[in-house]
């Protein structure tokens, strides 16, 4: 849902989801316009910690990064702000702890896609802020996009089902999902 048709500068957009009214909202602003992205569906939450579960099984013992949820918020731009479901921000990129929202895009996002997003255009911005891979992950069909941009600087796409297997890529090397274990039984 827009709340208005003006374009919010990050600035602005900062003000208006930190008010009191705000507070238990989920906010993103998408090239100006200010998205109240809502709740997660149980599924799609169920979906997410299965997701942080296994990356973090990952991460954390090999000291890679951080992985966050999806109350992290990350500046992709003069007039965008996202909140991925997961993200994975290497050691590499490193960014500092402080402050209430990340200034780099992540290395890996993650979108549990709702049914209404325009997640080839979210996953745009990702790649061209500076993420390496998304990931769009379709609940009811059990299915996954991976996104990377070509040396052209062009979004290839390629479809993961649950016979097939996902790995970290250059992002994080080593690491493998079999599709069908994000998803519940």
Known sequence: MTLREKLYS????????????NADRRFELDEGVIVDVGPSSA????ITGRLIYFLNAFVIPRNLGMVTTPDAGFKVGTRSYRQPDVAFISKRTSTSLAGTYFTV???????VVSEDEDIFRKAAEYLHAGT?????????????????LNPDRVIESRLFTESDILDGGAVLPGFT?????????
């Open 105 to 111: 895009a992540p290395d890996l996002a993650v979108e």
């Open 177 to 185: 999902l079999p599709v069908r274990e994000i998803f519940p039984a």
């Open 43 to 46: 599924i799609n939450s169920v």
């Open 10 to 21: 990050f600035d602005e957009f900062w003000e208006i989801i930190n008010l009191p009214e």
């Open 132 to 148: 390496q891979i998304v990931w769009a992950v379709y609940a009811a069909d059990r299915r996954v996009y991976v996104m990377t």
